[in-house]
Each structure stands twice: as structure tokens, then as C-alpha cells.
């Protein structure tokens, strides 16, 4: 099995930034896409960016291009989404969650293990 556990979300106002960070431990696949998604109440769960393990491709979502980076460290099995100019329609839980046939898929039932979340709250 695969645990992935989200961490530093909060609230924030209106033009600040966040950085959330997903370990990911249990079972070693060769390589695999890290997704980060969110949820707001009410809504689907919506992609929000990718990165491919091996070779570091990255893919993003139109409403954070420019705002959002996505990051990986190998050494720790831990990637990084680095949220900048937050908007209060950012408010979301924030889920990551692994790909493990390392595709380049932005649609959550494409996911095989998921997070338990993180709150990410901005303010205006």
C-alpha cells in the first residue's frame, strides 16, 4: 500500500502564499505522477497540477498557471506545491495523490492513492 499525507495548509489572506508538501512512504514504485487536486464545498474535485517523478515533467491547471509551482524532492519521496498571489477562490481542501502508471492524467478517477487532504482558506 501507498500513504500519502498532506501537510501546510491554513488560512491566508487574499495575495499570499502557501507551500503544502505531500510524503508519500509504503510501497516503491519505479516511478510515478504526483497530482495535487481540490475540492471546494459544493464542487467536484478539480485538478489542479501534476508532476512526473522521472524527468520532472510538470503540467498545470489554466487558473493556477503563473501562480502555482509543483516540485519534487527524490531524496524525501515529497513534492511541494508553492501557492503564490492566493485568491479567495483558491479556498479548498487540497488532496494529492499518485498516478502510479505515470501518466499525464487530470482526472481524479486516473488516481490510484489519495491523501486525506489539507484546508486551505483565503481570505479577502
Known amino acids: 500500500q501507498v500513504q500519502l499525507v498532506e501537510s501546510g495548509g491554513g488560512l491566508v489572506q487574499a495575495g499570499g502564499s502557501l507551500r503544502l508538501s505531500c510524503a508519500a512512504s509504503?510501497?516503491?514504485?519505479?516511478?510515478?505522477?504526483m497530482g495535487w487536486f481540490r475540492q471546494a464545498p459544493g464542487k467536484e474535485r478539480e485538478f489542479v497540477a501534476l508532476?512526473?517523478?522521472?524527468?520532472?515533467?510538470?503540467y498545470y491547471a489554466d487558473s493556477v498557471k503563473g501562480r502555482f509551482t509543483i516540485s519534487r524532492d527524490n531524496a524525501k519521496n515529497t513534492a511541494y506545491l508553492q501557492m503564490n498571489s492566493l485568491k479567495p477562490e483558491d479556498t479548498a481542501v487540497y488532496f494529492c495523490?499518485?498516478?502510479?502508471?505515470?501518466?499525464?492524467?487530470?482526472?481524479?478517477?486516473?488516481?490510484?492513492?489519495w491523501g486525506q487532504g489539507t484546508q486551505v482558506t483565503v481570505s479577502s
Open positions: 495523490a499518485i498516478d502510479r502508471w505515470e501518466r499525464l492524467k487530470v482526472t481524479a478517477s486516473e488516481y490510484d492513492y
Open positions: 509504503g510501497r516503491a514504485f519505479r516511478s510515478y505522477t
Open positions: 508532476i512526473r517523478w522521472s524527468g520532472g515533467r510538470t
